[in-house]
């Protein structure tokens, strides 16, 4: 909060000040920055006075730009991508082979060298980092680089997790369309509508599974025009599926969702879903729940085998080329419900 009075130059007594906006140049680098800098003005006299506070705000402001300008990482970017391993200060910079200083003074607002910032920018990527750190991982103690080891194996997990999520989005109708019921394929809408199932059937195997996501799905655009979750379904022999819908169940049992388990059926063995999050009713409206309840109160206690049956009657099924995509028109066209 900046004080009511401010010693004037002018007038040679604290005064009574007022802030005002003006536009400003800040010469940073050698380089003149245009800024709207706030300014303390003495109401006794008019002029100027000096305001630590509001200058380094206009300093700050300046920086900023500059930054923007030069593409340098801001001191939250640089305190990210060190937190992000797990270092502290002087462990990231004796990793990078600087100065202890340098990348506390980066964090505290200090402009980076381009070549620096340009350096730290490429840490963002956990494959840079682990090639800095077979490199010169010898600088840090023995319990800094177990670290930054485990934060890497921990990232990588992650990051070959968004690259499947990234996968399935590209290979997903990218627009709403006839193919994907009117909506956007929404993952999280998809994986509570599985957890729902897998809550309210139990065992609940992964074929059954992929008909009550279809006759969700289908029945929902009957009723209303638009699907519940953004999917699209192919034709395959055992009846309508999520198109991709093997990367789909992985990309969501990794975000921790469910757990597809194994479990022998008769003579076979077979895969069974368990709920790992609960169900969340707010991410669907009052008739999607309807549509839902009303799947899961008639068709799931059906078997598999029997899901299957009822969903070669349909011509949503019988009228689709193998493995193309099956349009949502035939929504109109449901006998199981």
Same mark, same amino acid.
């Given at each position: /909060?900046?004080?009511?009075r401010?010693?004037?130059g002018?007038?040679d007594?604290?005064? !009574?000040? +007022?802030?005002?906006e003006?536009?400003?140049t800040?010469?940073v680098?050698?380089?003149p920055?245009?800024?709207r800098?706030q =300014? ?9 006075v000096?305001?630590?506070?509001l ?13 923007k ?5 801001s001191p ?9 391993? *797990?270092l502290?200060? +002087?462990a990231f910079a004796?990793?990078l082979?600087? $100065?202890?200083?340098?990348?506390s ?5 200090? #402009?980076?060298?381009k *070549? ?6 490429d840490f963002?990527s956990?494959? =840079?980092?682990q090639?800095?750190?077979d ?10 680089r177990? +670290?930054? %080891? ?11 997790i968004?690259?499947? %999520? ?6 997903s109708?990218q627009k ?5 019921g009117?909506? /956007?394929?929404?993952? %999280?809408?998809l ?8 809550e309210?059937i139990?065992?609940l195997? !992964?074929?059954a599974? /992929? ?5 969700a799905?289908f ?6 025009? =638009?699907?519940?979750? *953004?999917?699209?379904?192919v034709?395959?022999?055992?009846g309508?599926v ?9 990309t969501?049992e990794?975000? $921790?969702?469910?757990?597809?388990e194994?479990?022998?059926? *008769?003579?076979?063995? $077979?895969?069974? #879903?368990?709920?790992?999050?609960k169900?969340? &009713?707010?991410?669907?409206s &009052?008739?999607? #729940?309807?549509t ?5 109160g008639?068709?799931g206690?059906?078997?598999a085998?029997d899901?299957s049956?009822l969903s ?8 689709a ?9 035939f929504?109109?066209? #449901?006998?199981?419900?």
């Amino acid at each position: /909060m900046l004080p009511q009075r401010l010693y004037c130059g002018n007038c040679d007594s604290e005064e !009574k000040v +007022r802030v005002i906006e003006r536009p400003e140049t800040i010469e940073v680098r050698r380089e003149p920055i245009d800024v709207r800098a706030q =300014v303390a003005i003495c109401e006794l006299c008019g002029e100027d006075v000096f305001c630590e506070q509001l200058d380094d705000a206009t300093l700050e402001k300046a920086y900023d730009i500059y930054r923007k300008q030069h593409r340098l990482l801001s001191p939250e970017e640089i305190k990210d991508i060190r937190t992000k391993y *797990g270092l502290s200060q +002087r462990a990231f910079a004796r990793l990078l082979g600087w $100065g202890e200083a340098t990348i506390s003074r980066y964090e505290a607002g200090a #402009l980076p060298d381009k *070549g620096h910032s340009l350096r730290l920018r490429d840490f963002r990527s956990p494959l =840079v980092m682990q090639q800095l750190l077979d490199e010169n991982g010898n600088a840090l103690s023995p319990a800094e680089r177990a +670290r930054v %080891e485990e934060r890497l194996y921990q990232l990588g997990e992650q990051v070959f997790i968004e690259e499947i %999520e990234r996968m399935v989005m590209l290979a997903s109708e990218q627009k709403p369309s006839i193919y994907n019921g009117y909506r /956007m394929l929404d993952l %999280e809408r998809l994986a509570h509508l599985i957890i729902y199932f897998a809550e309210s059937i139990q065992p609940l195997c !992964k074929t059954a599974l /992929m008909k009550l996501l279809f006759y969700a799905d289908f029945l929902h655009f009957r009723e209303y025009s =638009v699907s519940v979750t *953004g999917a699209s379904y192919v034709k395959l022999p055992y009846g309508p599926v999520p198109d991709n819908y093997k990367y789909l169940l992985s990309t969501l049992e990794d975000k $921790g969702y469910f757990a597809l388990e194994p479990e022998p059926f *008769g003579c076979y063995e $077979g895969e069974v #879903l368990r709920p790992v999050a609960k169900f969340d &009713p707010t991410l669907f409206s &009052p008739d999607e #729940l309807t549509t839902i309840k009303r799947v899961a109160g008639k068709l799931g206690g059906k078997s598999a085998s029997d899901l299957s049956r009822l969903s070669h009657e349909e011509d949503a099924w019988k009228d689709a080329e193998p493995s193309n995509r099956i349009p949502y028109t035939f929504a109109g066209t #449901l006998r199981a419900i």
